[in-house]
């Protein structure tokens, strides 16, 4: 079967699944730096459990359109499964639970109580009104209601989801059960029970991430510093705002339209302006045009991709030339190219590492609702510095000592905890 009618296919076996692959051969390399239980990393090679679900939807027009829905639990070891829900056209099963597995290994690496899962439905957000997207979400919610629950499985927003979305999960759920359950979500409205700072913890941590990074690379971060990012959604935008206020310039921006590159510097603002105004970046009148891919390959200090997954590979490795790579988005990197890039001297922060900003606050959120005991943003956005400078630093210690690259470093750390945690409670029978 051709790669692209893989990548397509609904429901396909994540053993030949470029991406599901990938991962998997990143945990095989840094099991092997750190010893790795053969058992465990047979176990943690598949997803402990997996739910397919079709959701009828009533459209506007009043026909029924029936979408592909998947929630995966990879390894609920060390808590509750803990990961977001995509809305996006290429979703399939193996993408679901590749994405499942990373976040177990990023929950671990940021020393969690969460086992990692993942869902999402194969659908085009952009093409659906509020109403069907309600619906889509009501319906789902209901077919996944007996997997998920605040002791069992917390989902969150990811690519094509929002808190409306997850406020509409949470009344869902809420309903059947009979009262208001603001533990079964994160990534919730403030009002709901939301916890302050969720918004831009993602793009928050990349940033605190990419701040530890260059106080170990002896890397001024002011306005010489041009930073490069791909996809303009939450992850990016609030990156990009969040290192255009410690200094730094941001040059180049792009969405599912193309992107905009302009060496004197970008207006956030009137980026995020157009882009309410016009659903897309496409048109906007500053700057000059430039391909996502272009934008990949442009001279700029810091790259944070924050779209997809599989954007650089070993097709287009050789054409990057950042000196730092911030992975906002999950699985951006193949593996040979992160070896590539590492070769070459780019600074890589992996995306379980740069990205966990989100999941930690997450918990936050999760452990505030429990409680009934909220925290300011102040606390919030301290308690996260704390929590991923220190698995940066773990992170960047084990690559320092045993000369291994960062992603490997950070797969190794994660596994590491994670191994011991499931030797300690066995293998059943
Ligand atoms: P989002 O839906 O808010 O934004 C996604 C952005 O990517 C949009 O600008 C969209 O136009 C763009 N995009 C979509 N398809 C694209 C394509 N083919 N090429 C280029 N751009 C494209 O999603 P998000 O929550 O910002 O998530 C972005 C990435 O960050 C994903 O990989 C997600 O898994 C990861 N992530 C998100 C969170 C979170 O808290 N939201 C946490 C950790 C990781």
Redesign the pocket.
């Known amino acids: 079967m051709a790669e692209t009618e893989h990548d397509n296919a609904v429901i396909v076996g994540w053993e030949n699944h470029p991406f599901y692959q990938n991962v998997v051969h990143i945990l095989e390399r840094a099991g092997q730096t750190v010893d790795l239980d053969f058992n465990v990393f047979e176990r943690l090679c598949r997803p402990r459990r997996c739910l397919y679900v079709s959701v009828p939807v009533r459209m506007d027009d009043g026909t029924i359109r029936v979408f592909d829905g998947f929630r995966v639990h990879h390894n609920t070891t060390l808590g509750p499964a803990k990961g ?1 829900i ?3 056209p290429e979703v399939n099963l193996a993408e679901t639970a590749a ?1 499942a597995m990373l976040m177990t290994l ?1 929950n671990s690496l940021v020393r969690l109580p969460l086992g990692g899962g993942k869902g999402g439905i194969r659908c085009d ?1 952009g093409l659906l009104s509020r109403r069907e997207k309600q619906s889509l979400t009501r319906r789902f919610t209901s077919e996944i209601f007996t997997f998920i629950g605040p002791d069992k499985d917390i989902p ?7 808190q409306q979305t997850m406020a509409w999960v949470m009344d869902t759920y809420s309903s059947q059960v009979g009262y208001a359950v603001p533990g079964v979500v994160t ?1 919730k409205p403030i009002e709901i029970g939301g916890s302050l700072g969720r918004v831009d ?2 793009g928050r941590g990349v940033v605190y991430t990419i701040i530890e990074a260059s106080k170990r690379l002896g890397m001024a971060l002011d306005q010489s510093t041009t930073v490069a990012v ?8 609030h990156s990009a705002r969040l290192i255009s206020n410690i200094g730094c310039k941001l040059v180049a921006a ?4 193309g992107g905009v590159y302009s060496p004197k510097g970008l207006d956030i603002i009137a980026l995020q302006k157009w ?1 309410a105004e016009h659903r ?2 496409k048109g906007y009148p500053e700057g000059e045009y430039v391909t ?1 891919e272009e934008l990949l390959e442009l001279p700029v200090d810091i790259l944070i991709p ?4 599989n ?1 650089i590979t070993t097709k287009n490795v050789d054409k990057i030339k950042c000196k730092i790579l911030a992975e ?5 990197t193949t593996l040979e190219a992160s070896q590539i890039l590492s070769s070459r001297g780019v600074f890589t922060i992996p ?1 379980i590492l740069a ?5 930690i606050v ?1 918990y936050f959120e999760w452990v505030q609702g429990m409680q009934n005991f909220f925290w300011s943003e102040k606390d919030v956005n301290n308690k996260l510095w704390e929590i991923i400078a220190g698995a940066f630093n773990r992170t960047y210690e084990f690559h320092s000592t045993k000369k291994i690259d960062m992603r490997l470093s950070a797969f190794a750390v994660s596994v590491e905890h994670l191994s011991k945690a499931m030797l300690w409670r066995g293998f059943f029978p």
Do not use: M
């Open positions: 977001g995509r809305y996006h994405l990023k957000p969150a927003p990811d690519i094509g989801t929002d990534g913890a993602t791909q996809g303009f959604g939450n992850v990016g935008f792009s969405d599912v339209s882009i897309v970046l996502n924050a779209a997809l997954g954007q906002g988005a999950n699985g951006p995306d990205n966990a900003g989100g999941v997450s």
